[in-house]
């Protein structure tokens, strides 16, 4: 068995790999970690998990033994600690921002903290669970990707990679529900505010664009700049990422369709939707899935993909599961086969 441990044992990313990972054949979850909780019932902050016997324990404990360490926390934290980690050959899998970034400047920028050391950086494999390849041999480190990085990334992945896109005209129009903003209290988030409410925020400087940005400058082999918005909307979980780019050659649905079948045809979380037909969040909530729509406007060669998963599983802990299984040689999909949550 892979024994984990899960660090931000309190939030809802933790709560999601304890969800996922109770179900794993070939998982244990040996040590739930919180700062604030330790020694506390893990049912006590979460009673949905009474039946479990879980308790918080504190990082502090020096005989810490396990094979790979999950950091569900805020940006600004899985950099200081990870190292403890690393320096025992306990792999670590980070579902925050700290080891995302390959330039500490652009990271500083975003993020307003200082960077993680460049050493740490250049180690961190970033890792788009369906088109990374993990050497589990000498890989230690994954960053795992952002919830708007993996839907939109996804989508636009078979764009860049065939060159059939004008690389300077993507747009991107995301919108999340309120659980990525986390368990913190914050007014945007409150009841009154959110409800009945709909907003963009955080335009040109939100810390998933140059995520996005530096993904499709490597697979592109060229700097790519994109208009990113995103927008809250009062839903509990979900992404929806509406995507437009201009088509170098005249192109219609049909082949831009089947082209993303071929992309997709061996990953089974990605799920391409028959022609004119699109995805809404509630039809991948709870499950690993992301679906996407094709479309193509054929009289100005705009081709529009529409974008969904849930910002909780395939945009943060099914997505580190699945990173977990190949770090370990497992089938990708071990352990994340629930179907969606519907109604």
């Known amino acids: 068995m892979i024994e984990v441990g899960i660090v931000g044992g309190s939030g809802y990313g933790a709560v999601e790999l304890i969800r996922l ?13 919180s700062h604030s909780k330790a020694g ?7 009673p949905h998990l009474n039946h479990l016997p879980y308790r918080f324990e504190s990082l502090e404990n020096n005989n810490i033994t396990c094979d790979v360490v999950f950091f569900a926390t805020p940006s600004n934290i899985s950099k200081h600690l990870a190292p403890k980690f690393l320096a025992q050959n306990i792999k670590v899998i980070d579902l925050s921002g700290d080891f995302r970034l390959k330039d500490r400047a652009v990271y500083e920028q975003f993020y307003g903290e200082t960077a993680a050391p460049q050493s740490a950086l250049d180690s961190a494999q970033y890792s788009i669970a369906e088109w990374s390849t993990i050497d589990a041999s000498n890989t230690q480190l994954i960053a795992n ?15 860049v990679d065939s060159q059939i896109i004008h690389n300077n005209s993507i747009i991107i129009d995301a919108k999340t529900g309120v659980s990525g903003a ?6 945007h988030v409150h009841y009154s505010e959110m409800n009945e409410n709909f907003s963009a925020y955080a335009i040109g400087k939100h810390k998933h664009k140059p995520e996005i940005e530096q993904y499709l400058t490597q697979l592109a082999d060229e700097k790519i700049a994109v208009t990113f918005t995103p927008h809250l909307v009062p839903m509990t979980r979900g992404i929806l990422s509406t995507i437009y780019v201009q088509l170098k050659e005249h192109t219609t649905t049909e082949s831009l369709h089947a082209q993303f079948q071929r992309y997709y045809a061996d990953a089974p979380f990605v799920r391409i939707r028959d022609i004119g037909e699109f995805p809404k969040t509630k039809e991948v909530a709870g499950s690993n899935f992301c679906d996407i729509g094709v479309y193509v406007n054929e009289e100005n060669n705009q081709a529009i993909i529409v974008s969904v998963i849930d ?10 599961i699945q990173n977990l299984n190949k770090l370990f040689g497992l089938d990708s999909a071990t352990g994340l086969n629930q179907l969606p949550v519907y109604p």
């Open 21 to 33: 990972l109770a179900h794993h054949p070939s998982v244990k979850i040996k040590y739930i970690f």
């Open 40 to 46: 506390e019932l893990v049912s006590g902050t979460f």
């Open 145 to 159: 990707p952002g919830c708007f990085p993996t839907a939109t990334l996804l989508a636009l992945h078979p764009l």
């Open 182 to 187: 986390g368990r913190s209290l914050a007014q």
């Open 311 to 320: 910002n909780l599983v395939k945009g943060a802990s099914g997505q580190a």
